[in-house]
T-cell receptor, first 111, second 112 residues
Framework: GENVEQHPSTLSVQEGDSAVIKCTYSDSASNYFPWYKQELGKGPQLIIDIRSNVGEKKDQRIAVTLNKTAKHFSLHITETQPEDSAVYFCAASPTGNQFYFGTGTSLTVIP | EADIYQTPRYLVIGTGKKITLECSQTMGHDKMYWYQQDPGMELHLIHYSYGVNSTEKGDLSSESTVSRIRTEHFPLTLESARPSHTSQYLC???????????FGPGTRLLVL
């Protein structure tokens, strides 16, 4: 089955700086890559996703890049704010029915 | 805001008890999922359903069972709870043909 690795496990940045979280996947059949934000006491919430026919996608301060050849994708958050502090999960889906998650990155934005 | 609900939000129960974790969604989604998430860890799929009367086991072995009698309802049952079942359980749903999953707030289970 698919194996998703995520790094780093923890990340601290100063407010206003950028944060980058990286994930690699093993199954070349994976074609959908969502990113979720999970705040304390809540379920994960989709923040951005990318499909394998696209190399980059942006939504305001958030962007995701995908390198199919290298089988890795990254989340970029610019101009970080304290409310960006949360746990972020990447995921990959080879079938569209099952989703395989990374181990999560705890992001802390220091005011 | 996703219309997917889980009850109870928190549950402390003794070993050997039977428990049912409820999950309901009002979005008419065909596909529903149960994930287990230990603190600071990734989500592991334990059950999923393609629609009414469809249930499948996920990659993570689980002693729980699920049922899907109605589209909107996907309860998870543990016949005899054990301390090893202590975890957070997350329910999710999505529409057929759309990859986006919507998650409920989760149930934190503690088995003593």
């Amino acid at each position: 089955g698919e194996n998703v690795e995520q790094h780093p496990s923890t990340l601290s940045v100063q407010e206003g700086d950028s944060a980058v979280i990286k994930c690699t996947y093993s199954d070349s059949a994976s074609n959908y890559f969502p990113w979720y934000k999970q705040e304390l006491g809540k379920g994960p919430q989709l923040i951005i996703d990318i499909r394998s026919n696209v190399g980059e996608k942006k939504d305001q301060r958030i962007a995701v890049t995908l390198n199919k050849t290298a089988k890795h994708f990254s989340l970029h958050i610019t101009e970080t704010q304290p409310e960006d502090s949360a746990v972020y999960f990447c995921a990959a889906s080879p079938t569209g029915n099952q989703f395989y998650f990374g181990t999560g990155t705890s992001l802390t934005v220091i005011p | 805001e996703a219309d997917i609900y889980q009850t109870p939000r928190y549950l402390v129960i003794g070993t050997g008890k039977k428990i049912t974790l409820e999950c309901s969604q009002t979005m008419g989604h065909d596909k529903m999922y149960w994930y287990q998430q230990d603190p600071g860890m990734e989500l592991h799929l334990i059950h999923y359903s393609y629609g009414v009367n469809s249930t499948e086991k996920g990659d993570l072995s689980s002693e729980s069972t699920v049922s899907r009698i109605r589209t909107e309802h996907f309860p998870l049952t543990l016949e005899s709870a054990r301390p090893s079942h202590t975890s957070q359980y997350l329910c999710a749903s999505r529409r057929e043909g759309v990859e986006t999953q919507y998650f409920g707030p989760g149930t934190r289970l503690l088995v003593l």
